[in-house]
C-alpha cells in the first residue's frame, strides 16, 4: 500500500489531504476559527450538575458549556487548598474540587480542555489539571513525583527527584 500526505499552508486555511494507492482518503480543513482550545485552563462556573448522567456542565465562556464527566472530576492525588480558607482573596483561583459531591450550580471551577467541541457538543474538560513542559510536566494539586519514563538513567532520575522535593 502506497500512503501519501500532502500539505497545503497558506494564510488563510490549512489543508491536509491522506491518499492510499492514489486514492483520497482523509481530508482535513482548519480555517484560522477553527484552532483547537485542548490544553487551554479557563475559570468556568458549574452552570448545571446532572448527577443522572454523572457529569455537570460549565461555562467557560465559548457558546456551548463544557461536559465534565464525574469521573474527571478530582483524585486523591489533590491538596486540599492551595491556600488557607484565610488568606483567599476575591478574584483569586478558586481551590480545586475533591469530588463530584462537591459541586453546586454556580460554584467557579478551574478546568482545562481534554476534547474540543464538536457538532452541537460543547468541549470536555477535567479538574486535573496539567501544564506540559520540555523537561517536566506541572500537575499543581499532586502530591507525588513523576519523573519521565524516557530517562533511562537511574543516577539521573534519583537526581532529578531530589531537587523536585527540594522545590
Known amino acids: 500500500m502506497n500512503k501519501e500526505i500532502y500539505i497545503n499552508d497558506t494564510a488563510t ?6 491518499t492510499e494507492d492514489g486514492n483520497l482518503v482523509e481530508l482535513y480543513i482548519e480555517t484560522p476559527d477553527d484552532k483547537s482550545c485542548v490544553g487551554n485552563i479557563y475559570n468556568g462556573l458549574v452552570e448545571n450538575v446532572i448527577p443522572g ?27 486540599s487548598t492551595i491556600l488557607d480558607a484565610d488568606e483567599k482573596e476575591e478574584g483569586e483561583i478558586p481551590a480545586p474540587v475533591k469530588s463530584p459531591e462537591e459541586l ?7 478546568v482545562q480542555v481534554t476534547k474540543d467541541s464538536w457538532g452541537e457538543k ?17 500537575v499543581p494539586y499532586a502530591n507525588y513525583i513523576g519523573i519521565s519514563k524516557k530517562i533511562q538513567s537511574f543516577n539521573r532520575r534519583k537526581e532529578l527527584k531530589k531537587i523536585a522535593r527540594s522545590i
Do not use: C, Y
Open 122 to 138: 460543547g468541549p470536555r474538560v477535567t479538574t486535573n489539571i496539567s501544564l506540559p513542559g520540555r523537561f517536566l510536566v506541572l
Open 104 to 110: 453546586k450550580t454556580g460554584d467557579p471551577i478551574l
Open 53 to 79: 448522567m454523572r457529569a455537570a456542565f460549565v461555562d467557560i465562556g465559548q457558546k456551548i458549556n463544557a461536559f465534565l464527566p464525574f469521573s474527571e472530576v478530582g483524585h486523591e492525588g489533590q491538596l
Open 13 to 18: 486555511e490549512t489543508r491536509i489531504a491522506i
